[in-house]
């Protein structure tokens, strides 16, 4: 199974950056996910890492240590509709469950 | 349109009346999966399907039922709804299990039993 942490809540000023951590213990490993959950909708897909390293789309970047079980999503430009919730999601290694953790809720304040 | 569709979108029920969500995907996805959605707790996997006839328990199958009779729907059902079940389902599909296919979510079914 899977043990996935990160903090409940963040609070950030519109234009700043913020740094949503996740960390992981799992028998085994196959991809992590970062999904954006609005308020009363369905999560969506911001990214995906499967190798070590940055992956940078846009305003959003997504790092992955799989030797230290550790993910962050890194926001930049905060903009007010960025308040949401931020799902981090482990995929093991059978290739069909993905974990989530409970999520981070983000609030930008103008 | 690519979509995940859920119906219906809001139900109340009584406890012990059985019900059926339905799950319906038009992207010809092989994968499809239910979560429950709670304060707290985040997204856990209640049944997942990796194709027609295929089905498994995810982390918190108790109380639930699904089929999976054709390739676009999953239901879920409740035979004998008890108030713990009280939640936001969602529904989702993917394409396969190769490694960096996301899941497309459906809207949400937000359950509530008396």
């Known amino acids: 199974g899977q043990n996935i942490d990160q903090p409940t809540e963040m609070t950030a000023t519109e234009g700043a950056i913020v740094q949503i951590n996740c960390t992981y213990q799992?028998?085994?490993?196959?991809?992590l996910f970062w999904y954006q959950q609005h308020a009363g909708e369905a999560p969506t897909f911001l990214s995906y890492?499967?190798?070590?390293g940055l992956e940078e789309k846009g305003r959003f970047s997504s790092f992955l240590s799989r030797s230290k079980g550790y993910s962050y999503l890194l926001l930049k430009e905060l903009q007010m509709k960025d308040s949401a919730s931020y799902l981090c999601?482990?995929?093991?290694?059978?290739?069909?469950?993905?974990?989530f953790g409970a999520g981070t809720t983000v609030t930008v304040r103008a | 349109e690519a979509q995940v569709t859920q119906n219906p979108r809001y139900l109340i029920t009584v406890t012990g009346k059985k019900l059926t969500v339905t799950c319906s995907q038009n992207?010809?996805?092989?994968?499809m999966s239910w979560y429950r959605q709670d304060p707290g707790l985040g997204l856990r996997q209640i049944y997942y399907?990796?194709?027609?006839?295929?089905?498994d328990k995810g982390d918190v199958p108790e109380g639930y039922k699904v089929s999976r009779k054709e390739k676009r729907n999953f239901p879920l059902i409740l035979e004998s709804p008890s108030p713990n079940q009280t939640s936001l389902y969602f529904c989702?599909?993917?394409?396969?299990?190769?490694?960096?296919?996301?899941?497309?979510f459906g809207p949400g079914t937000r359950l509530l039993v008396l």
């Open positions: 989702a599909s993917r394409k396969g299990a190769k490694l960096k296919e996301t899941q497309y």
């Open positions: 799992t028998s085994g490993f196959n991809g």
């Open positions: 890492n499967v190798l070590d």
């Open positions: 999601a482990v995929r093991d290694s059978n290739d069909y469950k993905l974990s």
């Open positions: 992207m010809n996805h092989e994968y």
């Open positions: 399907s990796m194709n027609v006839e295929v089905t």
